[in-house]
């Protein structure tokens, strides 16, 4: 793959975010060995959560699903600005996708899907991860969904020659 990760994005028509900022007292990514977590990453621009409610009643399932995709986009941002490119990212290693449903909806699979297919459009089958997709009765301010990335990443280059 020659072609860079923001432009496989910009081909789907979408543009990475800046990378949100904390809304609590944790950090929003982690870096460890070649492992990098991020926190819960909602469907937010800026301070604004766009999607709110329950799916199944408040929130159409199409609408949750493009949540899911916006929380990707800004966990790619947060991922990003760790690292410093997202093509330094070697694989997408896992999904924590957490969905916010009313009594009787069951399908937060394919709503966690909007973030998964974004996934491997922007890194092709190294996109393709382990994946949880749970059903919870609140999330933070009311958001329809919240998703966590695992990514691993490339070793660090060393600013020494060997």
């Given at each position: 793959m020659s072609e860079s990760v923001e432009a496989r994005l910009s081909q789907h028509g979408y543009t990475l975010p800046q990378a949100p900022e904390a809304i609590g007292f944790y950090i929003p990514v982690l870096r460890t060995g070649n492992l990098v977590v991020t926190s819960g990453q909602l469907p937010a621009v800026g301070k604004e959560v766009m999607f709110k409610g329950k799916v199944g009643t408040e929130v159409t399932e199409e609408h949750a699903f493009h949540a899911a995709r916006m929380c990707a986009l800004n966990a790619l941002a947060q991922i990003k600005a760790?690292?410093?490119?997202?093509?330094?990212?070697?694989?997408?290693?896992?999904?924590?996708?957490?969905?916010?449903?009313?009594?009787?909806?069951?399908?937060?699979?394919?709503?966690?899907?909007?973030?998964?297919?974004?996934?491997v459009q922007a890194f092709g089958e190294l996109g393709k991860h382990t994946r949880i997709a749970v059903g919870v009765n609140e999330l933070p301010l009311n958001a329809t969904v919240e998703l966590v990335i695992w990514a691993e990443a490339a070793d660090k280059v060393s600013s020494g020659s060997a």
């Open positions: 760790c690292l410093g490119s997202l093509d330094a990212v070697t694989r997408i290693v896992r999904v924590e996708g957490f969905v916010q449903s009313a009594d009787g909806f069951s399908r937060q699979p394919q709503v966690i899907n909007g973030a998964s297919e974004l996934l």
